[in-house]
């Protein structure tokens, strides 16, 4: 079945008076819409592009571009090291690189001219149609490409809009990355979908919160603790609709200092790049400190024990949380195996958190089950890929990567490396930079400490609580 491709059905309403601005760059909808048109135009015959995806017009002009045009697309972190890069063009195989292109990648690259204008008509869709192949890390190996379907996108933003009762007339402020769910799908694509604006601030800081005035902002709990410690510039969002955080945890302190300083209370919402987002806490819904609400339209959540029995909502209770809907990835692209493992037998996608419903139907994130998925300022991480990439260096015999508890970044990266035979210890540093150089900037360990030997059990498993 095909249906018209109006993924982003506001933005094809052309409108001179609502705006797209990014890192200081602005257009209106009617700018964007005939720029990405150009893109669209340029794109015949291609089934997936490559996006290195800096914060910049360019970005959304060649996302919104392929989306327009029905090509898959590909958002490359920019701070790539060498090892991610190679594994995502080798895993993907993208046709070319829309907009810049990084060194050496053996990919032809397109450039884009935002001073292009061209006329759109929306084509003929599948609405199973892949939209994104996005990478994200496991527990263990390098990251997998997530596909998401125009339908689930489609689907997660539509859930939003009616939580948060998103309008025309509201304008988004956040300063996200544009290579994950948070910053590119809700971030970029929520504006465009709703026919709303946006203020892309580039980087996010409180000043730049501050500066940007909006009506609804996003954020992860990272950038909302540095804006609660920074009263002048908390005390300027007084004049929003919504706060909205999400990517992990927002801690209860942080929430009631906002509150304090800005009268209004962060609406949390839940999700993972393989099922978007499933659970909000709606605009005219109470908000409770730690509570991430309730599952938004088309989704359904349950909770289980270990023996796969149901947990009962009663607030208390903890169980592994589950979730299915219209809102779910198409599978691990290349990864079958893998795809297969992340679902019961019947059906539901296994988020790896573990959560309390209350008999409202309100969630609370207790945690993650494995020690080994990292979540960093709002990054997922998996411990496996740094411990590999660690294992690569001369001076390393073995190591184990934890997430330490951090009031800034929720989990702070740490190392536990035991050095080879013989040889002296490198400076740290050399270790955090060599990560950097392989995988990308948030993968560093922020500490890197010796020891002798690591801890491990009877069976000989590392035992990382006992690194914690
Ligand atoms: C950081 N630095 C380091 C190290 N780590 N230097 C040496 N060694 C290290 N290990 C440097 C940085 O390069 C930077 O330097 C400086 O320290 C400060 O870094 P940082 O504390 O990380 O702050 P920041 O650069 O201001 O970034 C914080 C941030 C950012 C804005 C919160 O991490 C961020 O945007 N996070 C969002 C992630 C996200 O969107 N996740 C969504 C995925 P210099 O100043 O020189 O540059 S989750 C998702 O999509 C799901 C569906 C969901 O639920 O939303
Ligand atoms: P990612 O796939 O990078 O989007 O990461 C998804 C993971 O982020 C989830 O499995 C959760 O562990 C975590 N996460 C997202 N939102 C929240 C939230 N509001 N509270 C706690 N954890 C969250």
Redesign the pocket.
């Known amino acids: 079945m095909t249906t018209q491709n109006r993924l982003l059905a506001g933005l094809l309403e052309a409108r001179s008076d609502r705006h797209v601005s990014v890192d200081g760059t602005t257009l209106s909808h009617a700018e964007l819409l005939g720029a990405a048109a150009a893109v669209a135009g340029s794109l015949d015959g291609r089934q997936r592009v490559a996006v290195l995806a800096t914060p910049t017009m360019t970005t959304v002009l060649a996302v919104t571009g392929a989306l327009l045009a029905g090509v898959e697309v590909v958002p490359v972190p920019p701070d790539s090291g060498a090892d991610e890069l190679r594994h995502i063009v080798d895993d993907a195989a993208p046709d070319l690189w829309l907009g810049p292109a990084p060194d050496g990648t053996g990919v032809p690259s397109l450039t884009i001219d935002p001073a292009a204008r061209a006329s759109y008509e929306p084509g003929e869709l599948d609405p199973e149609r892949i939209a994104f192949v996005l990478y994200t890390s496991g527990t263990t190996g390098l990251p997998k490409g997530v596909l998401l379907s125009h339908r689930a996108v489609a689907a997660g933003l539509d859930g939003l809009v009616d939580a948060w009762a998103w309008r025309a007339d509201d304008v988004l402020v956040h ?3 544009l290579f ?4 590119l799908v809700l971030g970029v694509l929520g504006p465009l979908r709703v026919g709303a604006g946006l203020t892309h601030v580039g ?2 800081t409180p000043q730049a919160y501050a500066a940007a005035r909006g009506s609804m902002y996003f954020a ?1 709990p ?2 909302w603790s540095r804006i609660a410690e920074s009263p002048e510039h908390a005390e300027a969002l007084r004049g929003a609709r919504l706060l909205v955080s ?2 992990a945890a927002l801690p209860v302190p942080v929430f009631e200092r906002l509150r304090e300083l800005t009268g209004l209370e962060v609406a949390e919402r ?4 393989e099922t978007l ?1 499933t659970v909000a806490t709606r605009a005219d819904g109470s908000r409770r400190a730690g509570w991430v609400g309730v599952p938004i339209e088309g989704v359904q959540t349950r909770l289980r024990a270990e023996d796969g029995s149901d947990v009962p909502r009663d607030g208390e209770s903890v169980g592994r949380l589950e979730v299915r809907g219209s809102t779910l990835f198409s599978g691990y692209l290349n990864r079958p195996d893998a795809t297969a493992e992340s679902f019961t037998e019947d059906g539901w996608f296994v988020t790896g958190d573990v959560a309390v419903l209350d008999p409202g139907g309100a969630h609370r994130i207790v945690g993650r089950e494995s020690v080994d998925l990292i979540k960093s ?4 991480i998996g411990a496996g890929e740094i411990e590999s990439t660690l294992s690569g260096h001369p001076a390393v015999a073995e190591c184990a990567v934890v997430g330490v508890p951090d009031d800034d970044l929720g989990q702070r990266i740490v190392a536990h490396v035991v050095l080879r035979a013989g040889r002296p210890a490198p400076d740290p540093t050399e270790l ?1 930079a060599y990560v950097g150089e392989h995988l990308s ?2 993968k ?3 500490a890197v400490v010796f020891v002798d030997a690591l801890p491990r059990n009877e069976m000989g498993k590392v035992q990382k609580k006992r690194l914690l």
């Open positions: 300063g996200l990355p994950h769910v948070h910053g980087r996010g992860v990272t950038i999400g990517s839940y999700g993972m790049s987002i300022a709002g990054y997922r955090t900037a948030h560093r360990p922020r």
